[in-house]
């Protein structure tokens, strides 16, 4: 049996790019598995000869998935310092345009740090034309540019093209699609990245989120359901409970919900997000400022999360019904209009300004 075998071979400081070529392909011949001539490349070529850089770009990425900003300024740290080490390191050129991608978008930084993510992902793709780290890196800055969105999925199409497993990339192909609103094209691949990983939480709950879209509550509950075992603190998922209370007209119900789970999620700024959208349906207007004002505090940035509207429309909105009067509200929609006018191919903008206009009716 392949996984009870021994191995023997002994690990070094020189040549461990080597021992991971061997396993790989003695894994291949015993799962009968033919390698295509470009993944051979790939597991046998040195993505560099410092261990050092391997070890910061391991250490980096590990950092970056936590999706945080502080570890994200950490990520980018570590993947500099494999890049001192080693110059021409491809994945680490990848990585740090990942990062710039997130700065913009995430977390809230200027958003000329898109043009340093292209600019850095193109450099991964000089020096690695056949990884697909630099392809994907290439097309998760395009999709935060306005008008970029065909060079985006070209770029992801790309790096799956170089490897069918890979996960991210499949995965950001399923949000080019329902970023357009473009649901059920989107959810083939939200599929096929959750089949590559099932035990990762991103695919399974984008899929659950999707068939909510569609209006395939059965569909979208057994997603649901896969996401909330993988990460039990999922917010949308959490709140669904007071969504169905909404649905059943009790309004007391879905507060206590909403309140219940941003009590046990302090300073989450989607929980806050969702939980003021939960308020202003339930008509309980002054909880729902709370929230959103408090969402805002936590993370000032305008980013969209699928699962709610943008804080500051949701604020807008909130305050509109109260007696604070809809200053916010215009402001709130007059960013939403400059999204458009640079040329925004995405839906929630459109999303977002068709519910600030109707809130006032």
Same mark, same amino acid.
């Given at each position: 049996h392949l996984w009870a075998e021994t191995y023997d071979r002994r /690990?070094?400081?020189?040549?461990?790019?080597?021992?991971?070529? &061997? @396993?790989?392909? $003695?894994?291949?011949?015993?799962?009968?598995?033919?390698?295509?001539?470009?993944?051979?490349?790939?597991?046998?070529?040195?993505?560099?000869?410092? /261990?050092?850089?391997?070890?910061?770009?391991?250490?980096?990425? &590990? @950092?970056?998935? $936590?999706?945080?900003?502080e570890a994200n300024e950490e990520a980018i740290r570590l993947f500099r310092s494999a890049l001192d080490e080693d110059p021409d390191y491809a994945l680490a050129w990848a990585g740090i345009a990942n990062a710039f991608s997130q700065r913009a978008f995430r977390y809230g930084r200027p958003l000329a740090w898109r043009d340093s993510a292209v600019r850095y992902a193109r450099r991964a793709i000089e020096l690695g034309p056949e990884l697909p780290e630099g392809h994907r890196a290439l097309g998760l800055a395009y999709s935060i540019i306005p008008g970029r969105g065909e060079a985006a999925l070209e770029a992801h199409l790309r790096a799956l093209e170089l490897d069918p497993n890979d996960l991210a990339a499949a995965n950001n192909i399923g949000v080019h699609y329902l970023d357009l609103g473009r649901f059920d094209e989107a959810i083939p691949w939200f599929r096929q990245a959750a089949r590559l990983a099932p035990n990762i939480f991103i695919p399974t709950s984008f899929s659950a989120y999707t068939y909510d879209a569609l209006g395939l509550d059965r569909?979208?509950?057994?997603?649901?359901?896969?996401?909330?075992?993988?990460?039990?603190?999922?917010?949308?998922?959490?709140?669904?409970p007071a969504v169905l209370a909404l649905y059943g007209e009790d309004r007391q119900e879905a507060l206590s919900r909403a309140e219940e789970f941003v009590r046990g999620v302090p300073g989450n700024a989607d929980a806050l997000r969702g939980a003021a959208a939960i308020a202003y349906m339930a008509r309980d207007f002054e909880r729902a400022v709370g929230y959103a004002r408090e969402s805002l505090r936590v993370e000032p940035a305008l980013r969209w999360n699928p699962w709610w509207h943008d804080a500051p429309i949701l604020l807008g909105i909130c305050l509109l019904k109260s007696a604070e009067g809809g200053e916010a509200l215009r402001e709130a929609i007059a960013e939403e209009e400059r999204r458009i006018e640079e040329g925004s191919e995405l839906f929630p903008p459109r999303l977002h300004l068709a519910a600030a206009h109707a809130a006032p009716g």
């Open positions: /690990l070094e400081v020189d040549n461990v790019f080597a021992v991971q070529t &061997d @396993v790989a392909r $003695r894994v291949a011949r015993a799962l009968e598995a033919t390698l295509r001539p470009e993944e051979e490349d790939r597991i046998s070529g040195r993505p560099t000869e410092s /261990l050092a850089a391997y070890d910061l770009y391991l250490q980096a990425r &590990d @950092v970056y998935y $936590r999706f945080e900003d569909l979208a509950q057994k997603w649901r359901e896969r996401a909330l075992v993988l990460d039990p603190d999922l917010e949308w998922h959490r709140l669904r």
